[in-house]
Each structure stands twice: as structure tokens, then as C-alpha cells.
């Protein structure tokens, strides 16, 4: 009997695959409709954090060669969502909402005038561009560094941690209405360039 | 003279009568964990590490794409492929292969797949960014660059 279901057993533990259907979800821009006229949006520099990644996987963060780990990137980043160098009404109401420790961060790394103006739409953008070339490892790297700083600003907003955000069950509707506080006024502003 | 002396009439069997247990415990783990493949996947799958993961609610929306290295070099060539189901395709049949996807969904889902992308470590932008511009065409427009945790190192 046992030897049989040590038959089995080994024969599952070899088929076995774990499923792992995680990772880093995105939506790509809609095909651009022929008909319709290319808006043309001027958007001030000072809104835009540009990251670029030549094909020899070199970065080019806000024009300055970046050598920093993925960590040091998500905190620029994130400096960069909670800059609120010139806020509108909008980005003053969305500072008045934020839990006092986040003001401190605002107070102590922010407030630059160079930088975004509040991190409503259309008043932070985080760009990033690769090349043909660049690695695919990188990509997925920078990806995750920019998402990273998006949650840890939606996660310290609800007062949870980053991980226990990344949890958040929405089919749950305590978590989803969490969810949707952390996101409200502030959009995950991440545009991706095609390579070239 | 040793001061204590092995008791020498202990057995020093291991009790085998639970055995069978424990192994139909197993048994019966690995059996409701399994899933079956269906794909026999010929590229290199070396999955990146990411931290900020997202979980697929809806598995049934699901479609997979491997772009790797072929693991036949003499056969196929070094440079990456894209491989669906079973067999390589270019990227002029990505739109098809969305289009078949879309039909085994229903109507209104049809909007929701997710395609999975499963590169690996060592492929370049380029393929990529050919692949994802033939979906936006195809209108499958929610990706998932599918990725392992990453453990914080610290």
C-alpha cells in the first residue's frame, strides 16, 4: 500500500508546478485612432521626472547620470510625488488630508519650486524611456522603483505598510473603501515611452 | 567503566505504522496543488525579482506569453523568441493569437484579458516593445509582467 502511494506521491511531486501569477500589472495606452487629432499638451518640465535607460542599461534620471540602487530611485521618486512646489487648490486640499507625518516628509524634502507642483493630475508625471536595447531585467527594475513610491505614498496615507497594501483585498468592501482613500486626488502617474 | 550504561533494551526502530499516513498526507497535498502543464515551454524562463507584486483576481482572463532564448540553440538560434501555446510565432500573429484568446471569453470580459508576459532575465526592450505594440493593436490593453518576490535584503 505504501509503496504504491510513494509511486504517486513522487510521480506528483515531479509535475508538481507551483502557479505563480503575480507581477507588476500595467495598462498600455489605447491605439491611437487616426481620426482624432494629437492633443497637444504642454506640460512645465518642472512636472515631469524623466528617466531614461540607454542600451547600455545607464540611467539618465532628471538629466543627470544616476548611479543609486532601485532604492535610491523609489525615494526620488516619491520626493517628487510629495513635492507641492506651487499646489493648486486641489494639491493644498490633498496636503491638508495627509496624516502629519507625511507633512513633516512634504516640509522636509519638498516645497522645491524647480520641482512638481502637487501630485494631482497632469501636475506630476513620472516618465521613463528605454531603448531597444536596454535589459528587460532593468525595465521590470525601474518599473517596480516607480510603483514602489506610488504605494508607499498610498500605503503611509491610510497609515498601513507598503506590504500590507499590496494585500489589500478589494473584493473586501473595508479594504476597497482603504483602497480608494489612498488613491483619491493622487493618480499613478507613470508614463512609459515607447524605446527607439 | 562507564559510569551510565546504554540501556540496550530500547528499540531503536523508528515506529513505521503511521508511514502510510503521512505519505497519503503528501499524497494528497501534492495531488490538490498540481497543476497540470499544458505547454511544454521551449524558451529560458528565468523570471525577474520585483518587490511591488500585484495577484490576478480572475485566472480564466488569462493568456500567457514566454519571450526568452530558446532552450534548442542549434535548432532555433540564440536570439529570443516568442513562443505561445506550443509553437514560436512572429509578431504578426500576436493579433490573431488575441483574437482566439478573446473568443473562448466571454462578451463582456473580452475587454478584461490579461495578457502574461513571462520574459526572460536576459531579453532586450526591443522584442518587448514589438510585442506590446501589436496588443495595443489587438486591443489587449491590461499586461502583466510576471515576476517572483523579491526578499528585501537587508
Known sequence: MADIAFLLLIFFLVTTTIANDKGILLRLPPPPDPLQEQLDIKIPDRNIFTILANSKDQLLVEGEPFEGSMDDLKNDVKKFILNFGKPTPDGIEIYNSLPPQMKAFVNANGRNPESSDDPTSLKSIVSFKSARGTSYDLYVGILDAMNAAYNEVYASRVGITTEEWLSLDRSNSMQKEMYNRGRSGIPRAISIAEPD | ?154
Open chain 2, 1 to 154: 567503566m562507564p559510569k551510565f550504561k546504554k540501556n540496550s533494551k530500547t528499540s531503536e526502530d523508528i515506529p513505521t505504522a503511521a508511514l502510510p499516513d503521512i505519505i497519503f498526507m503528501l499524497l494528497f497535498f501534492f495531488m490538490v496543488t498540481t497543476v497540470m502543464r499544458e505547454t511544454d515551454i521551449m524558451v529560458k524562463q528565468k523570471i525577474p525579482r520585483a518587490t511591488q507584486l500585484t495577484k490576478i483576481e480572475r485566472k480564466s482572463l488569462v493568456s500567457y506569453i514566454y519571450v526568452g532564448e530558446p532552450k534548442n540553440v542549434s535548432l532555433y538560434g540564440s536570439e529570443p523568441k516568442i513562443q505561445i501555446n506550443d509553437v514560436f510565432i512572429t509578431e504578426e500573429d500576436i493579433i490573431g493569437f488575441v483574437n482566439t484568446e478573446k473568443d473562448k471569453l466571454d462578451e463582456v470580459e473580452r475587454d478584461q484579458i490579461t495578457m502574461s508576459m513571462k520574459v526572460d532575465v536576459d531579453v532586450k526592450m526591443g522584442i518587448i516593445s514589438d510585442v506590446q505594440q501589436e496588443l495595443r493593436k489587438a486591443n489587449a490593453l491590461k499586461i502583466l509582467y510576471s515576476t517572483i518576490k523579491r526578499v528585501a535584503e537587508k
